[in-house]
């Protein structure tokens, strides 16, 4: 029984690991598009919000589902948009407002990210200190100023789609229009 038991655990620790095998090597491609991501020369670096095979911050969502399902296109209509769905317009009681995004709420206490600073701050404010949330209208994703030329932005994209899938696929710069 025991040992049974030790070999259906080893083949599903196995099963679990294959995939981490079996992924491409990474192409000089995904190598560039993971320096735009990791230190973008252009303005703030995708992984000052972003966390994405450990590296970065986990400010704003999660990347590796996103480009695991979506395409090029997509991809770079997300990254270009202005404003984002997550990011909130907060005011405090004080009269201090600005953009943030709410990592968690627990009873009383909220933390939220002020994007307002670079990198962003996690704040930990009573519920009773925001006096609003509201959608924000100010507050820009910051690729949408960087310049990016449509090669960078098609490594980027494909240096995700590698992180999120472990496939080496070429973007094309016609795959994102």
Same mark, same amino acid.
Not at 36 to 51: D, E, I, Y
Not at 75 to 94: K, P, R
């Given at each position: 029984? $025991?040992?049974?038991?030790?070999?259906?655990?080893?083949?599903?620790?196995?099963?679990?690991?294959?995939?981490?095998? %079996?992924?491409? %090597?990474?192409?000089?491609?995904?190598?560039?598009?993971?320096?735009?991501?990791?230190?973008? #020369?252009?303005?703030?670096?995708?992984?000052?919000?972003?966390?994405?095979?450990? +590296?970065? +911050?986990?400010?704003?969502?999660?990347?590796? /589902?996103? %480009?695991?399902?979506?395409?090029?296109?997509? !991809?770079?209509?997300?990254?270009?948009?202005?404003?984002?769905?997550?990011?909130?317009?907060?005011?405090?009681? +004080?009269? /201090?407002?600005? #953009?943030?995004?709410?990592?968690? $709420?627990?009873?009383?206490?909220?933390?939220?990210?002020?994007?307002?600073?670079? #990198?962003?701050?996690?704040?930990?404010? $009573?519920?009773?200190?925001?006096?609003?949330?509201? #959608? +924000?209208? %100010?507050?820009?994703?910051?690729?949408?100023?960087?310049?990016?030329?449509?090669?960078?932005?098609?490594?980027?994209?494909?240096?995700?789609?590698?992180?999120?899938?472990?496939?080496?696929?070429?973007?094309?710069?016609?795959? !994102?229009?």
């Amino acid at each position: 029984m $025991k040992q049974t038991l030790f070999c259906a655990l080893l083949l599903a620790g196995f099963t679990v690991a294959l995939p981490l095998f %079996a992924a491409d %090597a990474p192409t000089e491609q995904t190598q560039r598009g993971k320096e735009l991501f990791l230190h973008s #020369p252009k303005g703030l670096a995708c992984a000052t919000c972003h966390s994405l095979e450990g +590296n970065g +911050n986990a400010i704003g969502p999660d990347l590796t /589902r996103l %480009a695991s399902v979506v395409g090029p296109k997509g !991809l770079v209509m997300t990254i270009q948009m202005s404003m984002t769905a997550y990011v909130q317009q907060i005011e405090l009681q +004080n009269g /201090r407002s600005f #953009p943030g995004i709410q990592k968690s $709420k627990e009873g009383d206490i909220l933390e939220v990210y002020d994007l307002s600073k670079t #990198p962003a701050v996690l704040l930990h404010l $009573k519920s009773s200190d925001v006096a609003s949330m509201k #959608p +924000n209208t %100010a507050w820009s994703h910051p690729p949408t100023s960087a310049g990016y030329t449509p090669q960078e932005f098609a490594d980027i994209i494909a240096y995700l789609k590698f992180a999120s899938t472990g496939v080496a696929k070429e973007v094309k710069v016609t795959d !994102l229009h």
